[in-house]
């Protein structure tokens, strides 16, 4: 069963009087300021945002929109790739409010609120010397960037940030609250991993921790001519490199600032960003081939404080650019695909614009395809191609230029890609890739937790019949 259109009308002072936190409607002061996402490419704008205070508003706000057939979204850290944390004419449940981190250190854990970031994870488990697996940007939310999977620094030693969830407490499509755990609703649990949005609103998450704290990292920039070679070699290296060797793949224009020497701002040129995780002591020597195979044009590479790594790219990607996203999983990087990543990834038609690959091999790969939602462990890497610009006139520009990058690269990769990095408008055939296997049993739990729909402003997976 669908969830019907919304009703014609509905009453948003008496949801209020019922609040604690704040309704946020059409007209007011702060409405346009609170509907504003990470993508300033996505344009939309909800009938009502409801700024929750605390568990019993998300129930609350839940109920309301069932009941007045409202189209719901669900916003952690807004920066979902498609603005799927909004919706046209619905009801926005935003979380920024639920921001908390609590760290036991003697169990290694943390209680995270749905709300809070990966940079307010950082600085409170990094006072113990712990960090949890997570993204490359300290301002992504930790509920969108974890049920989608959560790639990162710390995918290869310790896996996907759903490889280290223990539990989430979740307020389902009948307002009831759960909690979901591999003892409790296991179901729940498993398709929380990987799922998305689908299944309810996640209003915390329990991590177990890892012993993370100094790590050697940073970037290492080669002559953009050099790709092809560094390319193969790096396929070689990460293919076998020991788990805590982490190290992600890039096109990019260097920034014209500081660290970055003079001669090198506005270059083009590739990178990789390195994670070491092992003994400081063993850096040194594990690097030391690495800088032997070919004379980087730039090495910013040595200790650093993990939060340190998390937040190097923040200013580069503040709130409110453009961007467009195309992706895919990739096994191997054959000569045809090395060949067509030179020719379109030293066309970057603006300075953000650029082409990762994450590898998702190591820790990750151990896991069964089956153990969770997200399917893709025999992957080498998530490919992301990401046109970038702070200037609305360029969409056109980054959009072609992604779409086209995708589409000759397809070919050489698998059917589907990680759902973080995909827009609204990939469709059904796109999700199913997505998942593989794993979809039909996705839309059976679907069908016991959500059987209306009702979460469907996502990557959606719908009901099973």
């Avoid at 000759?408 to 589907?416: T, V």
Wanted: glycine share 8%; charged share 20%; hydrophobic share 40%.
């Amino acid at each position: 069963m669908a969830i019907e259109e919304r009703s014609s009308s509905f009453n948003a002072s008496a949801l209020q009087t019922n609040l604690r936190g704040q309704v946020i409607q059409r007209g007011e002061a702060t409405y346009e300021m609170a509907r504003r996402l990470y993508n300033g490419m996505i344009d939309k704008r909800p009938a009502l945002i409801v700024r929750c205070a605390d568990v019993a508003d998300v129930i609350i706000a839940v109920n309301f929109a069932r009941a007045h057939r409202l189209p719901l979204a669900i916003r952690s850290g807004g920066h979902n790739a498609g603005g799927l944390g909004s919706c046209d004419d619905g009801l926005v449940i935003d979380l920024s409010l639920l921001r908390y981190t609590h760290v036991d250190p003697d169990r290694q854990t943390a209680r995270v609120g749905a709300g809070s970031t990966w940079g307010d994870v950082d600085h409170a488990t990094h006072a113990f010397g712990l960090a949890v697996p997570s993204g490359i940007i300290s301002t992504t939310g930790v509920g969108g960037l974890t049920l989608g999977g959560g790639l990162g620094h710390l995918t290869r030693a310790y896996g996907l940030a759903i490889d280290n969830l223990l539990e989430a407490t979740v307020v389902l499509a009948d307002g009831s609250l759960v909690v979901t755990s591999e003892q409790q609703h296991p179901d729940l649990f498993w398709a929380l991993r990987g799922g998305g949005g689908n299944f309810g609103v996640v209003t915390s998450f329990l991590f177990r921790t890892q012993p993370v704290d100094t790590v050697y990292a940073g970037p290492m920039l080669w002559e953009l001519e050099e790709a092809p070679e560094i390319l193969r070699w790096y396929q070689s290296l990460i293919t076998t490199a020991p788990d805590e060797l982490n190290g992600f793949f890039a096109f990019l224009t260097v920034p014209a600032g500081p660290p970055f020497p003079d001669h090198l701002h506005n270059k083009k040129l590739c990178g990789i960003v390195w994670c070491y995780t092992g003994p400081l002591a063993e850096a040194e020597r594990t690097f030391q081939p690495i800088r032997q195979f070919r004379q980087p044009a730039l090495d910013l590479v040595g200790p650093l404080p993990f939060p340190a790594l998390q937040s190097m790219f923040d200013a580069l990607y503040p709130p409110g650019l453009q961007w467009y996203w195309k992706a895919d999983f990739v096994k191997e990087l054959s000569d045809a695909a090395l060949d067509l990543h030179m020719h379109h990834g030293s066309q970057l038609p603006t300075p953000q614009s650029t082409m990762h690959l994450y590898p998702v091999n190591g820790a990750a790969s151990r896991v069964a395809r089956q153990a969770t939602a997200w399917s893709y462990r025999d992957a080498t890497w998530a490919e992301v191609i990401v046109g970038v610009t702070p200037d609305p006139a360029q969409k056109e520009t980054i959009t072609t230029w992604a779409r086209t990058y995708w589409a000759a690269l397809h070919p050489y990769a698998e059917r589907g890609a990680y759902v973080n990095f995909m827009m609204e408008e990939e469709g059904d055939e796109r999700i199913r890739a997505a998942y593989r296997e794993n979809y039909e049993r996705l839309r059976q739990v679907k069908r016991h937790y959500d059987p209306a729909n009702l979460f469907r402003i996502n990557q959606n997976i719908p009901p099973a019949s």
